[in-house]
């Protein structure tokens, strides 16, 4: 009996359309249509530290006083997290004693923590719109990494590939690429494979960190870590 693999189909489909030389787009269609079947579970490599709903009433206020992301890099530290890559701007000041607080556990962290470098428009129509970029502050920069956390849209409105860094003054390698220690400005952007089920990425609350539970830290072990919004 010929058992009905529609995956297989879809793959087939994607490299005829490439044989041939069909236009993109529908090689971007079938390929769309392939991630809609049933999904397969993250390697379990990478863990998702949440600033959630929960952290946010907890905390009360935002952005959040820099000593509490110094003290979630000691708890992650101590978890055993192998990389720590924060999705939160660090490019402006807050007051002195959180920077330094922060900066002091960037230092002691020695090398573990990646930070976040990004561009975004500025200005209007009126006054013409330019490229800003967002870099961490130069003490934090010196005891951290920075990536590029940019994501870019095709020209129908989709994301459908990943680069693997952009030059902004310098090169710098995407999240992506730090994660998987590629260092390669010529390799090309690589294709995001959405059948991977985002649920079975483990994840855990940033306030459950920040206060030591112990189930939460011992998901953490061995993994590298994002700490992003989620809320």
């Known amino acids: ?85 924060f999705d939160v701007d660090f490019s402006a000041r807050s007051n002195p004693v959180d920077d330094a607080a922060f900066a002091e556990a960037l230092a002691k962290a020695g090398g573990s923590v990646v930070l976040p470098t990004f561009q975004q428009r500025a200005g209007d129509l009126n006054r013409g719109l330019t490229l800003h970029v967002n870099r961490p502050l130069p003490e934090f920069a010196a005891h951290s990494w920075s990536a590029v956390v940019n994501v870019l849209p095709e020209t ?46 483990p994840a855990v609350s940033y306030i459950a960190v920040l206060d030591g539970e112990p189930q939460a830290l011992a998901r953490l072990k061995g993994r590298k870590v994002i700490v992003a919004g989620t809320a």
């Open 156 to 201: 129908d409105g989709l994301v459908r590939r990943y680069g693997l860094g952009a030059r902004i003054g310098e090169f710098l390698p995407s999240f992506g690429a730090l994660l998987v220690g590629r260092h390669d400005e010529q390799g090309a952007p690589f294709r995001i494979d959405f059948s991977i089920g985002t649920d079975t990425v």
């Open 1 to 85: 009996m010929t058992l009905y693999r529609p995956h297989l189909i879809a793959s087939g489909l994607l490299a005829l359309a490439w044989l041939v030389g069909l236009p993109a787009a529908f090689a971007d269609l079938i390929s769309d249509k392939r991630f809609l079947w049933p999904k397969r579970p993250a390697s379990e490599t990478i863990a998702l530290v949440a600033i959630d709903a929960p952290s946010l009433a907890r905390i009360g206020v935002w952005p959040w006083p820099r000593r509490h992301h110094a003290k979630l890099i000691e708890q992650l530290e101590t978890a055993g997290a192998t990389e720590i890559l």
